[in-house]
């Protein structure tokens, strides 16, 4: 049974910095994309960042980009995601999610395509 589980989310203030994990079990890691993405309320789910199976190359939203930093520890079956200079905007569950794929560089920022999901990590960033 294929399980990832979020932790490390929490209440920050502006300006602050969180580390989220994705522990994964039940598949074989390497096999596959990571994602992180966020819900905010009376939202649709939007992408945050991704990662490809062998961690070569990844990919973050622009609303993150140079403040957001995923990378993955394969030995580890770990996927995580650096927030730094975090904004109230930022407010949301985190998700990670798994998508099995082959090319060794290849990684998604579609929701739709992800084959498994967790259950989330609230992070709420005060103002």
């Known amino acids: 049974q294929v399980q990832l589980v979020e932790s490390g989310g929490g209440l920050v203030q502006a300006g602050g910095s969180l580390r989220l994990s994705c522990a994964a079990s039940g598949l074989t890691f390497n096999s596959y994309a990571m994602g992180w993405f966020r819900q905010a309320p009376g939202k649709e789910r939007e992408f945050v960042a991704a990662i490809s199976r062998s961690g070569v190359r990844d990919g973050s939203a622009d609303a993150v980009k140079g403040r957001f930093t995923i990378s993955r520890d394969n030995a580890k079956n770990t996927v995580y995601l650096q927030m730094n200079s975090l904004k109230p905007e930022d407010t949301a569950v985190y998700y990670c999610?798994?998508?099995?794929?082959?090319?060794?560089?290849?990684?998604?920022?579609?929701?739709?395509?992800?084959?498994?999901w967790g259950q989330g990590t609230q992070v709420t960033v005060s103002s």
């Open positions: 999610a798994a998508k099995a794929v082959f090319p060794l560089s290849t990684y998604y920022d579609s929701s739709q395509v992800y084959d498994y």
